[in-house]
């Protein structure tokens, strides 16, 4: 917006700020951004900050700004100018808030697919099969951006494909700029008064001291107390959710700018675990608070081991047993813009439906658990036969799974956008 207050972030890029007319676009484009008084920034690049990602693909550096007005829609048809020929774009848009989600608004949003399992082959190509898989939604679903995650930012998922972002990350993506407007008396709190166990304490300390430093430790005991008291309450004022939306497009996919806004409930979905003995997971999405939704697939691995118990407990699907000598890790689906879309037949891949999308699964088997008295390996203890026994207080899994997971962060980037247009 022309009106808009801009800062550059000189610790990035270098910005050199000029209003031109759009004169790359046509006409009509042209006429549409002028009459939304909408400004150019031309950004010159410093070329030691371009990251070379492979092929002729190049990364450059972020470049953020803030608005006091709301930005509640992307401009992205102004990349449609220098689009490459019929190659698609793609845009993968984080919204931070303090509670609520974001979906588009002059777009359909859907969920993406989740808690679907999948041949153990596809872990090591998950950026190739979830490409592949977009593709197929997409002939169902023509401009729909798909919400692929939605979750506070206290956690990461479940489980977690990395750690939560830290608190200095937080600021960094925009924090900062909230903090502006936060009164002093509010980030210089008075610190709370100390009990009586915490005074006799410290006067203990002191009493260990020369006289000569009692006053500095003092001085600095005071310090400590105002910066932790700070401290709280600057975390407890950056507590958010994160909401990740996918649109993948051309000229004909893109109409108009997509405009953003807050969903209207919170949601949940692809935590589910399996259960039985085919391991069926549910993939519903349901209305339910706090957002807890993720985009999540999943493999499963029976254990062939006896239960040799009286009260056995079947298809309790969890974590690899100890036994596993695989990667322990969830394979991340990463770099989607550059993965090879056409490599992956999807229900080459797939172990269960897909109704939404109309695909169906190759045939899939999930091995029995044997019973007892067969020749498979057999356990007697009750720690490690897969099962419980009556009055036991242990129990161990006779079942697992794999999960591959599409993470919120790509290599701790993020993507930096964020809710108030930065």
Same mark, same amino acid.
């Given at each position: 917006?022309?009106?808009?207050?801009?800062?550059?972030?000189?610790?990035?890029?270098?910005?050199?700020?000029? &209003?031109?007319?759009?004169?790359?676009?046509?006409?009509?484009? $042209?006429?549409?951004?002028?009459?939304? !008084?909408?400004?150019?920034?031309?950004?010159?690049?410093?070329?030691?900050? #371009?990251?070379?990602? +492979?092929?002729?693909?190049?990364?450059?550096s972020?470049?953020?700004? @803030?608005?006091?007005?709301?930005?509640?829609?992307?401009?992205?048809?102004? =990349?449609?100018g220098?689009?490459?020929?019929?190659?698609?774009?793609?845009?993968?848009?984080?919204?931070?808030?303090?509670?609520?989600?974001? /979906?588009?608004?002059?777009?359909?949003?859907?969920?993406?697919?989740?808690? #679907?399992?999948?041949?153990?082959?596809?872990?090591?190509?998950? +950026?190739?099969?979830?490409?592949?898989?977009?593709?197929?939604?997409?002939?169902?679903n023509?401009?729909?951006?798909?919400?692929?995650?939605? %979750?506070?930012?206290? =956690?990461?998922?479940q489980? &977690?494909?990395?750690?939560?972002?830290?608190?200095?990350?937080?600021?960094?993506?925009?924090?900062?700029?909230?903090?502006? @407007?936060?009164?002093?008396?509010?980030?210089?709190?008075?610190?709370?008064?100390?009990?009586?166990?915490?005074?006799?304490?410290f006067?203990?300390?002191?009493?260990?001291?020369?006289?000569?430093?009692?006053?500095?430790?003092?001085?600095t005991?005071? /310090?400590?107390?105002?910066? #932790?008291?700070?401290?709280?309450?600057?975390?407890?004022?950056?507590?958010?959710?994160?909401?990740?939306?996918?649109? $993948?497009? +051309?000229?004909?996919?893109?109409?108009?700018?997509?405009?953003?806004?807050?969903?209207?409930?919170?949601?949940? =979905?692809?935590?589910?675990l399996?259960?039985?003995?085919?391991?069926?997971? !549910?993939?519903?999405?349901?209305?339910?608070?706090?957002?807890?939704?993720?985009?999540?697939?999943?493999?499963?691995?029976?254990?062939?081991?006896?239960?040799?118990?009286?009260?056995?407990?079947?298809?309790? @699907?969890?974590?690899?047993?100890?036994?596993?000598?695989?990667?322990?890790?969830?394979?991340?689906?990463?770099?989607?813009?550059?993965?090879?879309?056409?490599?992956?037949?999807?229900?080459?891949?797939?172990?269960?439906?897909?109704?939404?999308?109309?695909?169906?699964?190759?045939?899939?088997?999930?091995?029995?658990?044997?019973?007892? +008295?067969?020749?498979?390996? !057999?356990?007697?203890?009750?720690?490690s &036969?897969? &099962?419980?026994?009556?009055?036991?207080?242990?129990?161990? *899994?006779?079942? %697992?799974?794999?999960?591959?997971?599409?993470?919120? *962060?790509?290599?701790?980037r993020?993507?930096?956008?964020?809710?108030?247009?930065?």
């Open positions: 917006r022309a009106d808009a207050r801009r800062r550059e972030s000189s610790d990035r890029v270098p910005v050199h700020k000029h &209003c031109r007319p759009l004169v790359a676009q046509p006409r009509a484009r $042209r006429q549409t951004y002028a009459h939304q !008084s909408v400004a150019t920034d031309l950004t010159r690049l410093d070329p030691k900050r #371009i990251e070379l990602v +492979g092929g002729e693909r190049a990364q450059l972020p470049i953020q700004f @803030w608005s006091e007005s709301d930005v509640e829609s992307m401009p992205l048809r102004l =990349g449609l220098n689009a490459p020929g019929k190659d698609k774009q793609e845009v993968i848009a984080y919204f931070i808030d303090a509670k609520d989600r974001f /979906e588009a608004k002059n777009y359909k949003t859907q969920f993406a697919p989740t808690n #679907i399992n999948v041949d153990f082959i596809a872990k090591e190509k998950m +950026g190739e099969f979830y490409g592949a898989l977009h593709d197929r939604f997409l002939e169902k023509p401009r729909t951006f798909l919400a692929e995650y939605a %979750w506070s930012l206290e =956690g990461c998922g489980p &977690c494909a990395t750690t939560p972002p830290e608190l200095s990350e937080l600021l960094a993506l925009g924090g900062q700029v909230f903090e502006q @407007w936060v009164p002093d008396e509010e980030k210089n709190p008075k610190p709370p008064d100390l009990t009586d166990a915490e005074k006799k304490s006067q203990e300390d002191l009493k260990l001291m020369e006289p000569k430093d009692r006053a500095k430790a003092k001085k005991f005071e /310090e400590e107390r105002k910066t #932790i008291a700070s401290r709280k309450l600057l975390v407890q004022r950056h507590k958010y959710s994160i909401s990740r939306l996918h649109y $993948r497009f +051309g000229a004909a996919d893109l109409p108009e700018d997509p405009s953003f806004g807050r969903a209207a409930a919170p949601v949940q =979905g692809g935590t589910a399996p259960t039985g003995p085919k391991g069926i997971t !549910s993939s519903e999405v349901k209305a339910v608070a706090p957002n807890r939704f993720q985009t999540r697939y999943y493999n499963l691995h029976p254990t062939p081991v006896v239960a040799n118990c009286s009260a056995p407990l079947h298809f309790r @699907w969890g974590k690899a047993p100890r036994t596993y000598r695989g990667l322990r890790k969830i394979w991340v689906a990463e770099d989607l813009t550059r993965k090879n879309r056409k490599k992956m037949p999807v229900e080459e891949f797939l172990l269960s439906p897909i109704p939404e999308l109309g695909l169906k699964p190759k045939s899939a088997v999930v091995a029995e658990v044997p019973d007892a +008295g067969t020749a498979a390996p !057999s356990a007697t203890d009750s720690k &036969c897969g &099962c419980r026994s009556v009055g036991a207080t242990t129990s161990g *899994w006779n079942a %697992w799974l794999l999960l591959f997971s599409l993470t919120p *962060w790509a290599a701790r993020m993507g930096r956008a964020k809710k108030k247009g930065s």
